[in-house]
């Protein structure tokens, strides 16, 4: 609930002003990949590949000049990573089998903090940039696993416990973006933008010999705002 009462201290904060604050739903679909740190040369996987990334959620921004505002929200983030490998192997407490194959997804929720410029091109159409960081808390996430070996075939899975597992649930991150902003006639406004966003801690556990990760992804996402105050 954490990231919950900071967003709402925020937004309480923002809308005080008197200046115009607008709301925004968004929700986005991408990619993320993994960031290495500290790989040996011989790892207990053959290949990390990019998994599907997903984002939703709800964001509050403040004008604080002509084409300039800040923002924040509450937004619920999926990572996902596709490792396969063939060797013994324990991944977040659970025994991986030989020849193993894993979509591994985890679970966050996510407080930015984030500054946009924009510029106006016509009367209906701005294009805009953001950059900023994040919190995420880590929520946790599972493990479907599955075994390639035609002698020991294994499909199973694990739940992730932060922690049991001892991970750290707090995770800053940074972030940028751009899009465009389309105004409609009813006063409402849609989004169209693609997003970078990379944690900047490692803390993922990857193979025997220590090396660990963080993730980073790139979304394409649309949204519709609504302008409130003057």
């Given at each position: 609930m954490k990231p919950l009462f900071l967003f709402l201290a925020l937004l309480g904060l923002c809308s005080s002003l008197d200046a115009q604050f607008t709301l925004s739903?968004?929700?986005g679909m991408g990619t993320?990949?993994?960031n290495v740190k500290d790989q040996a040369e011989s790892v207990a996987f053959s290949e990390a590949t990019a998994g599907r990334a997903t984002s939703i959620g709800a964001y509050g921004s403040l004008i604080v000049a002509p084409g300039l505002s800040v923002e924040s929200g509450l937004v619920s983030r999926q990572y996902a990573l596709n490792i396969s490998g063939d060797g013994l192997f324990d991944l977040f407490?659970?025994?991986?089998p030989p020849q193993y194959a894993v979509d591994l997804r985890m679970n966050t929720l996510e407080v930015p903090l984030r500054?946009?410029?924009s510029l106006t091109l016509s009367r209906v159409l701005d294009v805009y940039g953001r950059a900023g960081v994040a919190?995420?808390?880590l929520r946790g996430g599972d493990l479907r696993v599955s075994s390639e070996s035609k002698l020991n075939f294994q499909q199973f899975t694990s739940r992730i416990d932060p922690q049991q597992n001892s991970l750290r649930q707090w995770q800053p991150s940074a972030q940028a973006a751009g899009g465009v902003e389309i105004y409609l006639n009813s006063g409402a406004n849609i989004h169209l933008e693609?997003?970078?966003d990379r944690q900047l801690q490692p803390w993922l556990r990857l193979d025997n010999s220590g090396a660990k990760g963080s993730f980073s992804t790139?979304?394409?996402s649309g949204g519709l705002s609504i302008p409130?105050?003057?």
């Open positions: 739903l968004r929700g993320s990949s993994v407490g659970t025994a991986l500054i946009k410029g919190m995420n808390y693609a997003s970078y790139l979304l394409f409130i105050g003057r």
